[in-house]
């Protein structure tokens, strides 16, 4: 099993990276404007991460590995701009939230998933100025918290977390553990 972990260049790709690296777990990484199709073929599973700034080249090139995930039936985690681009791929809907969300919080587990297992809640971290407003079609809401209602989203193999799993402790890492062993 090998995840592609794609970067765009989030400041928290390494941690993603530190995660994988504490659980095992085999990788490439590739910026996001590197990604081939050989990269795609080669992995099990993608992990898109956060970003620093806006850019259409950027979105570009994350929605097409988001339609590929979606059409070849692979795992995808989208992980806060990459759950947002996620929504916006599938014709989903982001909001701007009235302030800089940054800190942990509490997400209250509305449905029980392969990504959280048993759990009720969970401790994340957030960074983020947008969140998830609309879910595309066939996505359900699978975690909550006051600040985003869609904390943690689902249809099939594709994932979004508005947080960090890998910036959320023993919480995130089971996350992304779980992740990689569906």
């Given at each position: 099993?090998?995840?592609?972990?794609?970067?765009?260049?989030?400041?928290f790709?390494?941690?993603?990276?530190?995660?994988?690296?504490?659980?095992?777990?085999?990788?490439?990484l590739?910026?996001?404007?590197?990604?081939?199709?050989?990269?795609?073929?080669a992995?099990?599973?993608e992990?898109?991460?956060?970003?620093?700034?806006?850019?259409?080249?950027?979105?570009?090139?994350?929605?097409?590995?988001?339609?590929?995930?979606?059409?070849?039936?692979?795992?995808?985690?989208?992980?806060?701009y990459g759950?947002?681009?996620?929504a916006?791929?599938?014709?989903g809907s982001?909001?701007?939230?009235?302030?800089?969300?940054?800190?942990?919080?509490?997400?209250?587990?509305?449905?029980?998933?392969?990504?959280?297992?048993?759990?009720?809640?969970?401790?994340?971290?957030?960074?983020?100025?947008?969140?998830?407003?609309?879910?595309?079609?066939?996505?359900?809401?699978?975690?909550?918290?006051q600040?985003?209602?869609?904390?943690?989203?689902?249809?099939?193999k594709?994932?979004?977390?508005?947080?960090?799993?890998e910036?959320?402790?023993?919480?995130?890492l089971?996350l992304?553990?779980?992740?990689?062993?569906?």
């Amino acid at each position: 099993m090998q995840v592609l972990v794609v970067d765009n260049l989030s400041p928290f790709t390494s941690d993603i990276l530190n995660c994988l690296g504490r659980l095992g777990v085999r990788y490439i990484l590739q910026k996001y404007s590197e990604v081939s199709d050989s990269d795609f073929a080669a992995c099990d599973k993608e992990i898109l991460s956060g970003r620093r700034r806006n850019s259409k080249e950027v979105n570009v090139a994350n929605s097409r590995i988001i339609r590929d995930s979606n059409s070849c039936d692979k795992p995808l985690l989208g992980i806060c701009y990459g759950a947002e681009i996620i929504a916006l791929t599938l014709s989903g809907s982001i909001r701007r939230m009235p302030a800089h969300m940054q800190g942990n919080i509490a997400v209250l587990v509305s449905d029980q998933n392969q990504l959280t297992g048993e759990k009720k809640s969970i401790s994340v971290y957030e960074s983020h100025g947008y969140c998830v407003a609309r879910l595309p079609a066939s996505f359900r809401s699978l975690a909550s918290s006051q600040y985003c209602e869609h904390e943690i989203f689902a249809n099939g193999k594709i994932y979004g977390t508005q947080f960090h799993p890998e910036k959320s402790g023993s919480d995130g890492l089971a996350l992304l553990q779980n992740f990689a062993n569906l």
